[in-house]
């Protein structure tokens, strides 16, 4: 392991941070603390995606993104669902479909498994934090905003929409 790593109250000041910036720019995320319970504290999002597949036919999906703070790897963590039209939960192949980055099963799922939320406790798509703090310690003392950098890196990967105006 890196020796990249934040603390929970590192996390929940840059969650606080990401979510005054969401606001200003008009996205829609939002904090949803535990005073009593700082591992508790995550950010969340919901929008509407749409996919074009091979026959040109376009699908609209909901979608929600929830970032939280993993204590083992010391760095934000990534989850999400997607559903479709009906209200179904998309299975992790149908996940990897519609997925910007076109990959193989085998690196899809060596980067996004289904499990339990360690926050919400129901079942969520996680991106594996393993790699994320290496990736992390190259942008430490450049990032304004670690949660803003580590969103920028896997924003292909699940299809998430994010004002420009965040690059800034």
Not at 16 to 22: P, W
Not at 38 to 60: A, C, G, M, P, W
């Amino acid at each position: 392991m890196s020796s990249f790593g934040i603390s929970p109250e590192e996390f929940v000041y840059a969650a606080r941070d990401f979510v005054d910036l969401s606001d200003k720019y008009r996205d829609s995320w939002t904090l949803h603390q535990n005073d009593n319970e700082i591992l508790q504290t995550y950010i969340r999002k919901e929008e509407f995606i749409s996919h074009r597949d091979e026959n040109d036919k376009v699908f609209l999906y909901r979608a929600e993104y929830v970032i939280f703070f993993n204590l083992s790897y010391g760095v934000p963590s990534f989850s999400f669902n997607v559903w479709d039209c009906s209200g179904k939960l998309l299975t992790l192949e149908e996940v990897r479909q519609i997925s910007l980055i076109k990959t193989t099963k085998e690196n899809f799922y060596s980067v996004v498994s289904q499990q339990e939320h360690p926050v919400l406790y129901k079942p969520y798509f996680i991106v594996h934090p393993c790699r994320t703090a290496t990736i992390l310690q190259e942008f430490k003392s450049k990032s304004r905003n670690i949660i803003l950098t580590f969103l920028g890196l896997i924003i292909p990967l699940v299809q998430l929409n994010l004002p420009l105006e965040f690059g800034l």
